[in-house]
């Protein structure tokens, strides 16, 4: 983390931002000042570079075209696989995901290059359309509580051997693969299928992106009775039988 504060970085706000999840970084940026965090924020539209020296990225999901048109920018720009290879913290949704991983299918039917950061492969599902709240148990490794959140997707993705899923469905279909999981990360990286947004859903998620990039075990505790009567409220309505 920078000496003087914490630079979070929202990622092509203009082409990945659907159901809220630009809700992520504004939770991030809230929970880092409750503990009285020096926060910079830096919103990066498509056509600006992407700098290299943030201590967490966030990049929300988006439609078919505008995933192409960020992937394709992204590729181009290097800056974000550079601020990967610095260590910084990288948090995707949805199409956010898929432009992580190897490869997905884009909005004109072809195989269309990734980021090649998360050992992921993303393909277009051809059963009915993954849509609804999900539930999952996140990898215990994290010490993180149950995963809640709003799934929109076709794509199916297929973890490679060095990725590790992000959690276990309860209910829901996650990756779409049919085997249980939801997201996949690695040391510093993340993706999920979860809107919501995630982040107002699963404070815990927040506050352990903010220990990766100050690399403490530990933060001061904070008013959480907002997020814990949302996360009630969406649990206890996705636990009910249709």
Not at 35 to 46: A, E, M, P, W
Not at 132 to 159: C, S
Not at 165 to 184: I, L, Q, S
Not at 226 to 240: D, F, G, H, K, V
């Amino acid at each position: 983390m920078s000496d003087s504060s914490l630079r979070l970085v929202w990622v092509y706000p203009d082409l990945l931002s659907t159901y809220g999840d630009q809700g992520n970084v504004l939770v991030v940026e809230r929970r880092a000042r409750q503990r009285g965090l020096d926060v910079q924020r830096v919103d990066v539209r498509s056509d600006q570079p992407i700098p290299t020296s943030g201590d967490i990225y966030l990049i929300g999901g988006g439609e078919d075209r505008p995933q192409r048109l960020a992937a394709e920018r992204l590729r181009r720009d290097g800056g974000l696989n550079r601020a990967s290879e610095n260590g910084a913290i990288i948090f995707s949704v949805c199409a956010g995901y898929q432009i992580l991983g190897h490869e997905f299918i884009n909005d004109l039917g072809e195989r269309e290059p990734g980021l090649g950061l998360i050992d992921v492969v993303s393909t277009r599902g051809e059963g009915e359309r993954c849509v609804g709240d999900v539930l999952a148990d996140i990898d215990p490794r994290l010490g993180l509580p149950q995963l809640t959140g709003f799934e929109n997707h076709q794509g199916v993705t297929h973890l490679g051997p060095t990725a590790r899923p992000f959690a276990r469905t309860v209910f829901g279909k996650g990756n779409g693969t049919g085997d249980g999981t939801e997201g996949a990360y690695n040391d510093t990286v993340f993706g999920t299928y979860m809107h919501g947004p995630v982040m107002a859903r699963n404070p815990q998620i927040a506050d352990l992106l903010l220990k990766l990039a100050l690399d403490v075990n530990a933060l001061p505790p904070t008013d959480d009775r907002w997020y814990e009567a949302l996360r009630a409220e969406r649990i206890a309505s996705a636990s009910q039988p249709a």
